[in-house]
């Protein structure tokens, strides 16, 4: 047969490969003289009595989480949810179209629901949807639109898909800002985190929040130059104070001396305010391996302050090293106990400036012994210690530790699966045997 004369056979071939390894598709090898369109017919048929049978497990499970949301069942909510992921990509088309509430906008349940189905759609491959994704980003409600946007924002497409959001951006009947803007951060690439760090300019303050907000769900490190901008001026630096700390402490990998300069000018621009200073003192206790002598210089005189503020600036010299802040910390603490052996504030008091302190070591001897002791008051927080000594092994590497102080406390099963997911927990979570800590009511 001459190259040009290849025909059905031929083609079949191949797409014979495909069809045979498509779950739910018929598995006997076709006669080689069946035609093209016979063979895509026969696929056809199977791919549509296969849709068919999962969608009545779908709309199942989708009035199963509408009742869950109404009764407020957090953990069945949640089961449910996997469930509808474990369906694989080809539950993608049955509920895109779910994403949207539409006229039922005003009904909770249901609105809770399309936020849900957006959560599913997150974590599964969701390429044969890309069109309409994009079609309800365009034209949906605001609440479709925001769920659109979330499910784009894991796109397998984002070549496609970028420069699409960033024209919908700018569109004066586009999809709500925010939404679009933290999509497009979160799919990242260079001229994404470019455009994103445009909007950073503090002339429209609402836009530049928008961005710096974005930016930092998305943890986007390659937009750290257009950021440290906002640095420069102090007046200006501190209208964004809190998304500042919030987009560094994401992107730890960034912070530099100069970034550290540039909180402690905040503080003084703040005129040593407590509200917004603790929050800087703190930020800068995590990176004081970047100080500069003024900040050190800065930091030793707020500690002297009588107050919040100086207390949280005593804590971050102990950790920079400082073994005269470290010793003026402990003391009190130290004496309460000597003095209240018996009491199990006492010795919880000293466990927590302990775990502050990252002496993790010392935490859970002292948690511990709040633990065995008597309470002296119905509010002391039991389940909080035996929640800080479980994180304290944790912070040690402990998982065997961890997981069976997590087993013997009182925690609820929904702290425990919040718990599943914190950074904290990581290691542990995914242990084989000690995660199981975790499997609560699931």
């Known amino acids: 047969m001459q190259s040009g004369d290849a025909g059905p056979t031929m083609i079949a071939a191949p797409l014979l490969v495909l069809l045979l390894a498509t779950p739910g598709l018929p598995t006997s090898v076709p006669d080689d003289r069946r035609s093209l369109e016979e063979l895509l017919a026969e696929y056809a048929a199977a791919r549509d009595a296969r849709l068919e049978a999962l969608r009545a497990e779908v709309d199942s499970l989708l009035r199963q989480l509408e009742l869950a949301i109404d009764a407020g069942g957090s953990s ?28 039922n906008s005003e009904v909770e349940a249901i609105r809770r629901r399309s936020l849900e189905v957006s959560r599913v759609l997150m974590e599964v491959d969701t390429l044969s949807i890309t069109d309409e994704l994009i079609a309800l980003a365009r034209r949906g409600t605001s609440y479709g639109q925001r769920n659109a946007l979330r499910v784009l924002a894991r796109t397998p497409e984002p070549a496609r898909v970028s420069p699409i959001l960033r024209t919908l951006f700018g569109k004066e009947n586009g999809p709500p800002r925010d939404a679009t803007l933290a999509a497009i951060a979160a799919i990242g690439g260079p001229d994404n985190d470019a455009f994103v760090g445009e909007s950073l300019s503090p002339k429209d303050e609402e836009l530049a929040r928008v961005a710096l907000s974005a930016l930092a769900s998305s943890r986007s490190a390659n937009a750290a130059p257009q950021v440290a901008h906002l640095l420069v001026e102090p007046a200006v630096a501190t209208r964004f104070g809190d998304l500042l700390v919030a987009y560094y402490t994401a992107c730890p990998s960034v912070v530099d001396e100069s970034v550290c300069d540039a909180f402690m000018r905040m503080i003084v621009q703040e005129d040593f305010r407590t509200n917004p200073c603790v929050a800087y003192v703190s930020f800068l206790a995590k990176h004081h391996g970047e100080w500069s002598r003024d900040v050190k210089r800065g930091m030793e005189t707020i500690s002297l302050r009588p107050d919040t503020l100086g207390g949280e600036a005593l804590i971050a010299l102990a950790l920079s090293g400082d073994r ?112 199981k800590v975790f499997d609560v009511g699931s």
């Open 76 to 103: 069945e909510v949640e089961d449910l949810r996997r469930k509808l992921i474990k369906l694989g990509p080809e539950v993608a088309p049955l509920l895109v179209r779910q994403l949207d509430p539409g006229a």
């Open 324 to 435: 005269a802040a470290k010793k003026s910390l402990l003391e009190p603490y130290d004496a309460d106990v000597d003095e209240n052996p018996d009491h199990a504030r006492s010795w919880a008091a000293r466990a927590n400036i302990q775990f502050r302190l990252e002496n993790y070591k010392a935490a859970t001897k002292d948690y511990t012994k709040a633990l065995a002791a008597k309470l002296q008051s119905s509010t002391d927080r039991r389940n909080d210690w035996q929640e800080a000594l479980a994180r304290s092994y944790a912070r040690m590497g402990k998982v065997k530790e961890a997981s069976q102080w997590l087993e013997k406390s009182s925690l609820s099963a929904d702290r425990r699966r919040e718990l599943a997911k914190d950074p904290d927990f990581k290691e542990v979570a995914e242990h084989a045997r000690y995660g």
